[in-house]
């Protein structure tokens, strides 16, 4: 019998969630993805560091800041997945725009320009925004100019129906760090069946299903392989090196758990959001509310790092 990962891929597009790209030439994902946090641990990996030393280098030659430094770094990475790839790679908007929208549209568009200039076409390049009410304007206007983008931090069903109602072309929810915050807050052992980040993606792609929404649900964020086996049949898994190794090792049947018309009959009612619904929405859910906040104050404080470790590099260089 067939791995679990190759049977998974007959059923659900497997994305990598790492910066790693021998990780991912092992287990040939069809999409990469990427952040911050993964970018800086993979910074520090001696397999590329001279997609860092490019970075610096050009740094200096354009007397560059270390933001901007940053951000070719995340383009040096993302344009060497999309060579291993065969679609889409995922960049992400600095976290600390995740509350100003037209700066983060300033930078999804030079992110994009950066990708172009280097032969890259949009069409292979997802832009990753927080799921805060600025970060789904901006995505809403970049998807009119044809740059699709990926929702990230999403716990809730009201982050999900914005994102649907700004056409974003895909969102990302957060098992994992879901289910982190009902183990603290309520002390309780889960199975992958009663797992509430895996509900949470199952009442999300139930809702798209029902109402014809297009936008792709990407579960990602998993904290063992029961809850992807759980969501066998989303429409995207964006899963660790390690996670992809253990159901490559795991030669068990694996049942499609999710497909559109049958998760489509326990579809939540049909609902919309103006700002403020959005956020009184959000107000009342404290676990999305909470875990927003974290994931943006985590992805801020690698970027930080990353950016230090930028600022260190240029001074030794100079």
């Not at 560059?64 to 951000?71: H, I, L, N």
Request: proline share 4%; net charge neutral.
């Amino acid at each position: 019998m067939a791995s679990k990962l190759e049977q998974l891929k007959t059923m659900t597009v497997v994305v990598s969630d790492t910066g790693d790209m021998e990780a991912i030439r092992v287990f040939k994902p069809t999409d990469a993805t990427t952040n911050p946090t993964l970018i800086l641990k993979a910074s520090q990996m001696k397999a590329y560091a001279p997609l860092v030393d490019e970075a610096i280098s050009w740094g200096r030659r354009q007397h560059a800041s270390p933001g901007a430094v940053t951000d070719r770094l995340a383009v040096n990475f993302g344009t060497e997945l999309t060579k291993i790839v065969p679609g889409r790679v995922s960049t992400e908007v600095d976290a600390d725009l995740s509350f100003d929208t037209p700066a983060s549209i300033a930078k999804a568009r030079a992110l994009i320009a950066d990708y172009e200039s280097r032969g890259v076409s949009r069409e292979r390049i997802l832009i990753k925004l927080a799921s805060t009410w600025e970060g789904i304007r901006a995505a809403e206007i970049l998807q009119r100019e044809g740059i699709d983008c990926n929702l990230t931090l999403l716990f809730s069903l009201t982050q999900a129906i914005a994102c649907a109602e700004a056409g974003v072309f895909l969102i990302s929810p957060f098992v994992g760090r879901i289910f982190d915050w009902h183990v603290k807050a309520e002390g309780k052992t889960y199975t992958a069946e009663t797992d509430p980040g895996v509900l949470s993606v199952r009442s999300i792609y139930a809702y798209y299903k029902a109402y014809g929404i297009k936008t792709v649900v990407m579960g990602a964020s998993f904290r063992n392989t029961g809850e992807i086996e759980a969501l066998a049949g989303c429409d995207r898994l964006t899963i660790s090196p390690q996670l992809l190794e253990a159901l490559a090792n795991d030669n068990g049947p694996l049942a499609r758990r999710l497909d559109p018309e049958s998760s489509a009959r326990n579809a939540p009612p049909k609902i919309s959001f103006d700002e403020a619904g959005f956020r009184f929405g959000m107000n009342e859910d404290q676990m999305a509310t909470e875990k927003l906040s974290e994931g943006i104050r985590l992805f801020a404080k690698d970027l930080r790092a990353l950016r230090e470790m930028v600022t260190l590099r240029l001074s030794q260089a100079a």
